[in-house]
């Protein structure tokens, strides 16, 4: 019995280190398993990505440089549709993966360049775990996988963004140079006039066309002549962002309208849409994480409203937004005497009934 322990100890480093060797050639062939793997996915996503942000790129720099070609009475370039060299993409190349290391290597730097676009690549290389429908042979099968993946996509990325970017800029520009002419010329040639362009703004909001009306607001306040058109202007391009549920964008508009046109026609309607505009957008803080309002802010609006422009169309609204906000933060005095002033100064106005109801909802209390 002695003797056959004897053996077994004798023999044990042997087997030890059998095993080891075998362990690491499975490990081995399990990494360059996943290197293959992921480096076929890395191709395809690579491949997808770089015509995706090659044609986006393309949308933005042909539309911006037809518009402007347009409004320059520029020839197009060529045949109109040259494009410009794209910015460079970062991992240019076309390697070829030969071994682990030179795989690691390139995999790591697409994975620094491009951390957004691979997060499944960056998931694999630390927890890992296989892809979904992969065996799992390990840390070393994910790793493999997630630098495969990563070089993969360095090898065709830049490729895709170019060719991507080449086939959609002729049709980009093409758009841009006739959407200056369908936003800025009639059909003889001639440039629209200010006031012709704050009209077609107010059709465009109209039609919630928002993007359109605001754009063409802007033209109209750029233009010559526009003195007529800057107060209406700005209030409905307001209007157009706060319709379009872009509160924060409405009141940056109608700090310009009722600063530079207090005493314009359109000040009491931009003092109601401004108190419309703060109901809407959060306030500032955790407040405004669990829903909280800017109704102090929105209160103030309609309080200096009521009382610069007591005789305004829209002053019995301004008055039930002012006892309604009130009531939002608390002042239940002043919510009962915006109310009572309300009924008692417009009891035919349609909003007269819920009023009383809230009035006598607050006296009751």
């Keep these: 019995m002695n003797a056959i322990s004897k053996s077994l100890r004798r023999a044990l480093p042997g087997v030890l280190l ?31 990505k770089g015509t995706a942000d090659g044609q986006a790129a393309a949308e933005r720099d042909g539309f ?34 030969g071994d682990p290391e030179s795989a690691e290597r390139i995999g790591q ?7 957004d676009l691979m997060p499944k690549a960056s998931t694999l290389a630390t927890t890992g775990e296989a892809p979904a429908g992969e065996s799992q042979d390990g840390l070393d099968y994910s790793k493999g996988f997630a630098l495969g993946l990563a070089a993969g996509f360095a090898e065709t990325y830049a490729a895709a963004r170019l060719q991507g970017y080449e086939q959609a800029y002729p049709a980009a520009y093409a758009r841009g140079r006739a959407e200056y002419r369908r936003l800025y010329r009639r059909p003889d040639g001639s440039v629209i006039d200010a006031k012709t362009q704050y009209e077609l703004g107010r059709q465009a909001l109209l039609l919630n066309r928002f993007d359109e009306a605001i754009h063409r607001f802007d033209i109209a306040i750029a233009s ?17 962002y706060y319709d379009w549920s872009k509160p924060k964008e409405a009141l ?29 957008t959060p306030a500032a803080g955790l407040g405004g994480l669990f829903g909280k309002r800017r109704f102090p802010q929105a209160r103030d609006a309609y309080r200096t409203l009521t009382v610069k422009y007591p005789q305004s169309p829209i002053a019995g609204d301004a008055f039930f937004r002012l006892g309604y906000t009130s009531e939002k933060v608390g002042d239940k005095p002043a919510a009962i005497a915006a109310y009572r002033t309300m009924i008692e100064k417009f009891p035919d106005h349609p909003l007269a009934s819920e009023a009383r109801s809230r009035l006598a909802r607050l006296e009751s209390r």
Aim: net charge negative; glycine share 10%; proline share 8%.
């Design 18 to 48: 059998v095993l080891a060797v075998s362990a690491s050639f499975a490990a081995s062939a399990s990494y360059e398993k996943g290197l293959e793997d992921g480096r076929k996915f890395g191709q395809q996503a690579g491949a997808a």
């Design 64 to 97: 911006a440089k037809g518009m402007e070609d347009e409004r320059t009475d520029q020839p197009p370039p060529g045949d109109g549709s040259e494009p410009p060299t794209p910015p460079s993409t970062g991992v240019e190349r076309g390697s070829e993966i």
């Design 109 to 115: 730097e697409a994975l620094a360049r491009y951390p």
């Design 224 to 240: 010559e002549g526009a003195a007529d058109v800057l107060a209406p202007a700005l209030y409905y391009k307001a209007k157009a």
């Design 252 to 280: 940056h508009v109608l700090v310009k309208l009722l600063t530079d046109f207090a005493e314009s026609a359109y000040a009491d309607d931009g003092y109601f849409l401004a108190g419309a505009a703060y109901e809407k």
